[in-house]
């Protein structure tokens, strides 16, 4: 089967049939006979199912002309479309910031605002690069149509040429750029080298898609089906069921859904997918309320291993911080969780540590293994209370919550503070835009 540089595609079955990133760095990569777009001979094209560090995987794929020595590399997300769009922000103005790591989907935008510069969406291929060589392939972008621009029409030539010294420029750092990736899918990324500590340098925003970047993903949307006889009160007292596939190995699969009435606090949705194929199990909380007048910071100091029994309501809208590790988690990464203290620091501990494929194996850097390491053991140590420490559950949308031992009476170790949102606050929440009176007009 020849096929072109730029499309792979099967006859029949999956590229990596039920294969783990793990498994295909074991078996080494998956071999295509394909078609050189340059000379049109026929070349190999290696695919590669990797993992990239906290955040998922992906599909390498590089193909090598052995007759004119034409090259192309790309990546495609081995995942779906996630359920919300991810913007990434860099004030890049160290050497470090140009070494890190990015995945760049075909479906991300890269805008340069001090140069105001942008690549739209699918005007490239998706690319697994660092800041440099993201900037370095525009470059070479612009660079390619430039013999022909100083033949046609000379002076658009030279204004290219400068704008293309400015892009070097950056390359070489004279002065701190920044550099935004909007990506609809949520399928892009920058590392963060500090992980697990917070990026200063990086800001991580995650919003909903609206109907033009739906259709641009090529998305339909859901029609709402009224269910026949069905209550709001029915359904506290009923357990909905309803087809989805496994996110993990993307068989068929069941997700049970519940509405739950929290005790001194409101009504949640709980969502929870079992897939009898792999095994995988994951749950998710959606608030069954409206956004609260005020957002709700909980501190609670943990000095006993009995809050670890505590039952914590983390929404997908707040942020998990324990100032005694220098450690945040943003808003949105775990999603929304009903659980334990401990489960909420087993959960965090798994997806720094555990799927961190730098953690453990032959390819694992030892300066990351030891920080990682030791992040582990403390926070190990947290969750058996052998050392006190203070967990801080942040949530503008006032949706979260951390069960309190002495209700009705005041917890002597939590305290609750309710805020105004900032004008940040509301633009992550999408209420800026939200108009609830006189929405006619």
Not at 141 to 168: D, M, Y
Not at 235 to 247: D, G, M, Q
Not at 331 to 353: N, Q, S
Request: with cysteine.
């Amino acid at each position: 089967m020849a096929l072109s540089g730029g499309e792979r595609e099967q006859e029949s079955g999956p590229i990596f049939p039920d294969l783990s990133a793990e498994d295909s760095e074991d078996f080494g990569p998956t071999l295509i006979e394909s078609l050189c777009m340059n000379c049109f001979q026929n070349g190999m094209t290696k695919l590669l199912l990797t993992k990239i560090p906290f955040f998922k995987e992906i599909i390498v794929s590089s193909f090598a002309c052995e007759n004119c020595g034409w090259v192309n590399n790309e990546i495609q997300s081995a995942g779906k479309i996630q359920e919300q769009g991810v913007r990434y922000t860099l004030h890049a103005s160290s050497r470090q910031d140009l070494n890190r790591e990015v995945v760049k989907s075909d479906s991300a935008t890269t805008n340069i605002p001090e140069l105001d510069f942008e690549i739209p969406p699918f005007s490239q291929k998706g690319a697994l690069s660092t800041i440099e060589g993201l900037i370095e392939r525009a470059v070479d972008g612009l660079e390619q149509e430039q013999p022909i621009r100083k033949a046609t029409n000379p002076e658009v030539a030279s204004k290219v040429e400068e704008f293309i010294e400015k892009l070097k420029k950056l390359t070489k750092l004279e002065t701190p750029f920044t550099l935004v990736i909007d990506d609809p899918s949520g399928n892009s990324f920058i590392e963060n080298p500090f992980a697990p500590q917070k990026d200063k340098a990086l800001t991580i925003t995650y919003y909903k898609r609206d109907a033009k970047q739906d259709s641009m993903l090529g998305l339909q949307e859901c029609k709402e089906e009224e269910i026949p006889g069905s209550t709001i009160e029915d359904l506290r007292h009923e357990v909905l069921k309803f087809p989805t596939n496994c996110p993990e190995c993307n068989a068929p699969a069941d997700t049970n859904m519940k509405l739950v009435q929290i005790p001194h606090f409101k009504e949640v949705i709980i969502m929870a997918t079992n897939c009898e194929t792999c095994g995988h199990r994951t749950n998710e909380v959606k608030s069954g309320g409206a956004t609260e007048r005020l957002g709700t910071k909980i501190t609670l100091r943990i000095t006993d291993p009995s809050d670890m029994t505590r039952d914590v309501l983390k929404s997908e809208t707040c942020s998990v911080s324990i100032p005694d590790l220098e450690f945040e988690l943003g808003m949105g990464i775990l999603g929304g969780k009903f659980t334990t203290l401990e489960g909420l620091l087993t959960d965090i501990k798994e997806l720094i540590v555990a799927k961190n494929p730098f953690y453990a194996g032959d390819s694992n850097d030892r300066e990351k293994f030891v920080k990682l390491k030791e992040f582990a053991d403390k926070l190990d140590e947290i969750t058996l209370a052998k050392v006190e420490a203070h967990l801080i559950l942040d949530d503008p949308a006032g949706n979260s919550y951390l069960q309190n031992l002495y209700a009705p009476d005041p917890d002597p170790e939590m305290k609750i503070e309710k805020y105004e949102r900032t004008f940040e606050h509301n633009e992550e929440l999408g209420l800026n835009d939200m108009k609830t009176e006189n929405y006619q007009q």
